[in-house]
């Protein structure tokens, strides 16, 4: 009587070799698309449009001319952001609906937010509550700047004794791939700037609204202003 084979008896080196070519495809399509990404992330600071400074004096000059008026302070800025980059000269596109506001649940904090921007590589957003909240500012590949309109926030990272205190006319600056602390202490609002990979932002500003809140509205509202802003920028070629 025959004895019976084993699978590795019966595997033969034709199917050893078709196995290994399709792992060797699969290391081959991640170290292109490794290096493809890799020189996209040297090269991104040519489709970026704002300028940090030109933003924080931007801000300053909003919280001067209205004080303790939040409204007055938002409508400068957008005022001044379309006289900067006018519609024509399809440098940009910017939503000026200050109107267009909706809620933004992310790393146990929670605000409402006006998306004034949004691409591939940049978003500008006002953000804000005027009851204070609190959590993870999230780890992103991308930097983020966050000058303070009204109120006060406050920040603490591992290993410091003492809070950072950030008041309007401030900007806080967090670096790519570093995270925080923070709360917005009995209300703040201001204006967020980031620029980076804004795509892989995404899924820490929407995965609390699935895992937590479930307020579907919320999602799908947010998705579709991010995603119309998206497009129209791409649209006039802004990355």
Not at 34 to 51: G, N
Not at 126 to 147: K, W
Not at 162 to 181: I, N, S, W
Request: with cysteine; charged share 15%; aromatic share 12%.
């Amino acid at each position: 009587m025959d004895e019976k084979q084993t699978p590795q008896q019966t595997s033969s080196p034709c199917a050893l070799a078709g196995c290994m070519k399709k792992w060797l495809l699969r290391l081959m399509v991640f170290c292109a698309l490794y290096f493809v990404w890799s020189w996209l992330d040297t090269v991104k600071s040519r489709w970026y449009v704002f300028d940090p400074p030109f933003l924080h004096e931007l801000a300053k000059d909003a919280v001067a001319a209205h004080p303790d008026n939040l409204d007055g302070i938002i409508q400068h800025i957008v005022t001044n952001l379309t006289n900067t980059y006018p519609a024509s000269a399809g440098i940009i596109s910017l939503n000026t609906d200050s109107s267009e506001w909706t809620f933004n649940n992310a790393g146990g904090a929670m605000g409402a937010m006006y998306i004034i921007h949004a691409s591939i590589t940049e978003y500008l957003i006002i953000f804000g509550t005027p009851l204070g909240t609190e959590g993870h500012t999230g780890l992103h590949p991308a930097d983020d700047y966050f000058h303070i309109l009204h109120g006060e926030q406050w920040a603490f990272e591992p290993g410091a004794l003492e809070m950072e205190r950030y008041v309007p006319g401030d900007v806080h600056f967090l670096p790519r791939g570093t995270a925080k602390q923070y709360k917005m202490h009995e209300g703040c609002f201001a204006l967020e700037y980031a620029r980076g990979w804004i795509p892989l932002m995404l899924p820490f500003g929407l995965a609390d609204t699935l895992t937590s809140t479930l307020d579907i509205p919320t999602f799908i509202r947010t998705a579709h202003i991010t995603g119309r802003e998206i497009i129209n920028n791409l649209l006039i070629g802004k990355i």
